[in-house]
């Protein structure tokens, strides 16, 4: 095991190489130990699991090293990550009668190829991310600790309680005459997904819902263009008036209509307008459409790429919601500010029901061009010097650089033109720079994309 898995916002690797038994008990062990440390009365810790093939395993080797450390292991099985998020704000049931945990494991590969594996931590309601991850990985590197096999769990059904709130809380929904089509990609969005939309009577069709962790029919990231592709087939038919596609493990979203694919921040411009006085966080890559608009009605702040850093910036702001470009939907508003890709879906019904019209009101948006993303392979090591390097050079420009109205640093150097914006960040998941650009149209878009890319390249 390198010390690569430990990333910023979750511990991530291969199954069996780099996730394997010993450092996957460790890991475990180690993380109850710092459960007990700040809360000497914390009696369990909650696991839930993706629909990964190994998922299970994990749990195992997991629910062995917390047993090492003196903590228990409630046990939910195969759920969506925002379920295991729930299990820290409720009572959870169990044979025990309720209990509360201080923490909880999520195993999951996200939105990965099927090798991989790993697991997203909550530590008394807040991402466990950063130097805390970073130090957990320290410590589980230099151990030699051997952990003996202890599979004990304590079963809780924390699904059920959230279909029944997600129900509760939507039960005023009015969607008689609308018809709507999901994707689940053989994620676990199948697990919970099917039970809630029979509980509010609504009209549906569900693609790929059965969790298979292959992934037979597509890659389950929803923010990839190919990967939608069968649900414009659908929406194609004219029998639905909305589509939604959901990643491995339900924390991303992408909405649909027959005629666009509505982005995380265009969402951000809709859900904010249904709310009183919003204060909404977007990260760097969003739109400024998006900011200028909700500043015209409230407040809009931008912030750090990554869902850890935007959960952690929401409770510092108290904010209604925040949001990514590529589907992390943050709702603080009438809910907990964790991203759950569906409750976002009912939140985005809602407006449906409000008398919303998606089509209409994404064409009253101003027309601005958006590069896709582009990845620049690096090096770990160099990906953050570039950036320093770079900043240094936009203090003094070439002469015929675009004019620089503001630069702003909060993740990478967003700078911003008189027409537009770019980007360069690094990533903080991998060997890379991300870039992305935006102005009024594609010519002037790809000449501030030249132009900083030439920049940075010396």
């Given at each position: 095991m390198t010390k690569s898995i430990f990333r910023e916002y979750d511990i991530r690797g291969i199954f069996a190489k780099e996730l394997n038994e010993p450092n996957v008990k460790k890991i475990g062990y180690f993380f109850a130990l710092e459960v007990k440390e700040k809360f000497p009365d914390a009696k369990y810790i909650s696991l839930g699991y993706d629909a990964r093939t190994h998922s299970p395993q994990l749990k195992a080797w997991l629910s062995s090293g917390i047993n090492k450390a003196g903590i228990e292991v409630l046990d939910m099985g195969l759920v969506a990550t925002p379920v295991n998020y729930l299990s820290n704000y409720i009572l959870n049931k169990t044979s025990r009668g309720d209990v509360k945990v201080k923490a909880s494991i999520m195993i999951t590969g996200s939105h990965n190829p099927p090798a991989y594996n790993g697991f997203k931590i909550t530590f008394d309601k807040q991402p466990f991310f950063g130097e805390d991850i970073y130090s957990l990985g320290k410590k589980v590197l230099n151990s030699d600790l051997q952990i003996e096999d202890n599979e004990t769990t304590i079963l809780t059904?924390?699904?059920k309680a959230y279909v029944d709130y997600l129900i509760k809380e939507f039960s005023h929904?009015?969607?008689?005459?609308?018809?709507?089509?999901?994707?689940?990609?053989?994620?676990?969005?199948?697990?919970?997904?099917?039970?809630?939309?029979?509980g509010l009577n609504l009209n549906f069709k569900i693609m790929y819902e059965e969790p298979d962790g292959t992934f037979p029919n597509h890659h389950p990231d929803?923010?990839?263009?190919?990967?939608?592709?069968?649900?414009?087939?659908?929406l194609a038919t004219g029998k639905y008036d909305l589509g939604f596609a959901y990643d491995g493990d339900a924390d991303r979203i992408a909405i649909?209509?027959?005629?666009?694919?509505?982005?995380?921040?265009?969402?951000?411009?809709?859900?904010?307008?249904?709310?009183?006085n919003p204060t909404v966080i977007g990260e760097v890559k969003c739109s400024q459409s998006m900011y200028d608009t909700i500043n015209t009605y409230g407040k809009a702040i931008m912030y750090k790429t990554g869902h850890s850093n935007l959960k952690a910036k929401i409770k510092e702001t108290n904010a209604s919601f925040a949001a990514e470009l590529s589907g992390h939907i943050f709702f603080n508003d009438r809910y907990y500010g964790y991203d759950d890709a569906i409750y976002s879906t009912f939140r985005a019904l809602e407006l449906v029901s409000n008398g919303f019209n998606y089509d209409a009101e994404y064409e009253k948006l101003p027309k601005l061009f958006l590069t896709d993303e582009i990845n620049i392979n690096t090096t770990e090591d160099r990906k953050f010097q570039i950036?320093?390097?770079l900043k240094s050079k936009l203090k003094s420009p070439p002469k015929d650089f675009p004019i620089i109205k503001d630069i702003i640093t909060v993740d990478g150097v967003r700078v911003v033109f008189e027409n537009g914006w770019g980007l360069i960040r690094a990533s903080n998941t991998t060997p890379k720079l991300v870039t992305r650009f935006e102005a009024k149209d594609e010519k002037m878009a790809l000449m501030y994309q030249n132009k900083l890319l030439e920049l940075m390249n010396e």
């Open positions: 059904d924390t699904k929904l009015n969607l008689k005459n609308k018809s709507f089509i999901f994707d689940c990609g053989n994620g676990v969005a199948g697990s919970v997904l099917r039970d809630i939309l029979e929803p923010s990839e263009v190919e990967t939608l592709e069968d649900l414009k087939k659908e649909l209509s027959t005629k666009y694919n509505f982005k995380g921040d265009v969402l951000a411009i809709f859900f904010a307008r249904f709310i009183d950036i320093d390097e």
